[in-house]
Nanobody, 120 residues
Framework: QVQLVESGGGLVQTGGSLRLSCAVIGSIESINVMAWYRQYPGKQRELVASIYDDRNTNYADDLEGRFTISRDKSKNMTFLQMNSLRPEDTALYYC??????????????WGQGTQVTVSS
């Protein structure tokens, strides 16, 4: 069984920073891409950033420069450093991994979500 465990969300003031972490736990053969999504109430999840390796990252428009995604392949972890946070960054943030678990084929896995709240 594979689980994605997120941590690092919380309440922060405008202009502050948070660092989200996500650990992939379980019987894994290979992780392809890891990503962070966010979801506003009543809206669909939207991509924040994705990473294959340090040279292959992708960001949603206007987030690059404030947000930085990174990955530790040796620990099956990904991180999202969020700086200069704004109230509009308030959302539920989800970790995603496209991976191959033992005895299965590649598919998407999701974390349970971690709340980020930015006060004005």
């Amino acid at each position: 069984q594979v689980q994605l465990v997120e941590s690092g969300g919380g309440l922060v003031q405008t202009g502050g920073s948070l660092r989200l972490s996500c650990a992939v736990i379980g019987s894994i053969e290979s992780i392809n891409v890891m990503a962070w999504y966010r979801q506003y109430p009543g809206k669909q999840r939207e991509l924040v950033a994705s990473i294959y390796d340090d040279r292959n990252t992708n960001y949603a428009d206007d987030l690059e420069g404030r947000f930085t995604i990174s990955r530790d392949k040796s620990k099956n972890m990904t991180f999202l450093q969020m700086n200069s946070l704004r109230p509009e960054d308030t959302a539920l943030y989800y970790c995603n991994a496209y991976l191959k678990a033992v005895s299965t084929w590649y598919r998407d896995y999701w974390g349970q979500g971690t709340q980020v709240t930015v006060s004005s």
